[in-house]
């Protein structure tokens, strides 16, 4: 009889500092949150926090396989943009652009953008409800 698989779990703690901002920890780390209803221009907004993440998720899905692939390259930018739709209020569209800096083939460069559609956890969470696309080009 097999075990089932462990699932990963993650924890992440906020709290509201005062009414220009709040605060996440995780582990060891901290990121300033905009919950200010004018704006904060020193913190990212939830929005931009689920881009941030979107784009996280797609160079750590590169930095996963690059070894199992043995794609060599000298570094990744990922630029995100979306829109926001108010009634109701949701990203309704999410562009991407994966830059990255290597000396491998076109096809390599496909393969390795199917890999970060198919195995990114936050990529795979947001595509079913958003207009998700985009591009994995060459500097």
Do not use: W
């Not at 220009?20 to 780390?29: D, E, M, R």
């Not at 209020?89 to 953008?113: A, C, G, W």
């Not at 958003?130 to 591009?135: E, W």
């Amino acid at each position: 009889m097999t075990m089932p698989p462990v699932k990963m779990t993650f924890h992440v703690e906020s709290r509201r500092i005062d009414a220009h901002g709040s605060l996440s920890n995780c582990k060891n780390a901290e990121i300033a949150l905009d919950t200010d209803m004018a704006g904060n221009p020193d913190a990212f907004n939830p929005a931009e926090l689920l881009l941030a993440a979107l784009s996280a998720c797609m160079i750590k899905g590169i930095e996963r396989v690059m070894p199992i692939l043995k794609f060599e390259l000298r570094g990744v930018e990922v630029i995100v943009d979306g829109v926001r739709q108010d009634v109701p209020p949701k990203m309704e569209s999410i562009r991407y652009e994966i830059i990255v800096d290597t000396d491998e083939s076109d096809q390599r460069l496909n393969l390795l953008h199917e890999n970060v559609k198919k195995y990114g956890t936050v990529f795979n969470t947001v595509a079913p409800g958003t207009d998700l696309s985009g591009v994995l080009r060459r500097r």
